[in-house]
């Protein structure tokens, strides 16, 4: 059965680090991957987007690669600030639009 | 900016109710989605929608129905609700325009069935 890990239920850094997380996937040929943050009592909010054939995207301070060969995408935060501690998800997407989620990696930054 | 509305931010049934949980969006989009958020398990789709009337069974379709009548609202039902469902229910927009277009979720509903 299709199966998404992201690594380490909780990812604590120090403020200014680069924080990276992990999302490995297994029976699964995504057509694109996507990142969404979320806050607790919130819903996840899209933050970035990476097709099959792209190996690297960025947008600020965010960096995501995408490996079809390793099947694993890792999503970098450069700088980290408190205000980035929040659960990251990855989800699994198909040409047909349906996502499919992993569980989460909650990362707190200390200042 | 897109804004999906879930009509209730906490509901609290008894078992064997029937829960009607509604969802809005304001941006015309055509795809629309339920999950359900549980800690170590991530989000699971319910149900989705591409089209008004139109609906398809995600991955735990079981116990649940929805409706799509208009196309910016799509509700979901629990014919008979269960303590299984208590949960967190999470609803989703996306443009149908392109096919990766990225989902815009609500702030969610935290279903509690006693």
């Known amino acids: 059965s299709q199966k998404i890990e992201q690594n380490s239920e909780a990812l604590n850094i120090q403020e200014g680090k680069t924080a990276t997380l992990t999302c490995n996937y297994t029976?699964?040929?995504?057509?694109?991957l996507q990142w969404y943050r979320q806050d607790p009592g919130r819903g996840p909010v899209f933050l970035l987007l990476i097709r099959e054939n792209e190996k690297e995207k960025r947008k600020e301070r965010l960096k995501v690669t995408f490996d079809t060969t390793l099947k694993q995408s890792l999503f970098h935060i450069t700088a980290s600030q408190p205000a980035d501690s929040a659960t990251y998800l990855c989800a699994l997407s198909t040409n047909a639009g349906k996502s499919t989620f992993g569980d989460g990696t909650t990362l707190t930054v200390k200042p | 900016d897109v804004k999906v509305t879930q009509s209730s931010r906490y509901l609290v049934k008894r078992t064997g109710e029937k829960v009607f949980l509604e969802c809005v969006q304001d941006m015309d989009h055509e795809n629309m989605f339920w999950y359900r958020q549980d800690p170590g398990l991530g989000l699971r789709l319910i149900y989705f929608?591409?089209?008004?009337?139109?609906?398809e069974k995600g991955d735990i379709p079981e116990g649940y129905s929805v409706s799509r009548e208009k196309k910016e609202r799509f509700s979901l039902i629990l014919e008979s609700a269960s303590t299984n469902q208590t949960s967190m229910y999470l609803c989703?927009?996306?443009?149908?325009?392109?096919?990766?277009?990225?989902?815009?979720f609500g702030n969610g509903t935290r279903l509690t069935v006693t």
């Open positions: 929608s591409y089209d008004v009337k139109m609906k």
């Open positions: 029976n699964y040929s995504p057509a694109y």
């Open positions: 989703a927009s996306s443009s149908g325009q392109t096919y990766n277009s990225p989902l815009h």
